[in-house]
């Protein structure tokens, strides 16, 4: 099993960047489809992006151009780089692990725009 781990969040005004990192420790770590899901408050949680174990990806329509998922199987390190945020991207950003048999969440990482 993996424990992933996220990291980067924080405070970012309109039109910045910021890129997440998310560090799975444990063991096969590139079998496992890693993605990025957020929750905002008062919504439910969504996904944001996937990679899956070779490398294809899957965004929501609303991050579509703008964020893009990577995965470094040398490192155990999946990453989510955000372009262009708005303040409609606030919310926890949460590093998902799963197989078709298990599913492993990390604690999250506060990301907010605002001016």
């Known amino acids: 099993q993996v424990q992933p781990v996220e990291s980067g969040g924080g405070l970012v005004q309109p039109g910045g960047s910021l890129r997440l990192s998310c560090a799975a420790s444990?063991?096969?770590?590139?079998?496992?489809?890693m993605a990025w899901y957020r929750q905002a408050p008062g919504r439910q949680r969504e996904l944001v992006a996937l990679i899956t174990t070779g490398g294809g990806t899957n965004y929501a329509g609303s991050v579509k151009g703008r964020f893009t998922i990577s995965r470094d199987n040398f490192q155990n390190t999946v990453y989510l780089q955000m372009n262009n945020l708005t303040p409609e991207d606030t919310a926890v950003y949460y590093c998902?692990?799963?197989?078709?048999?298990?599913?492993?969440w990390g604690q999250g990482t506060q990301v907010t725009v605002s001016s």
């Open positions: 444990g063991s096969g770590f590139s079998s496992y489809v």
């Open positions: 998902n692990a799963r197989t078709p048999y298990s599913a492993y």
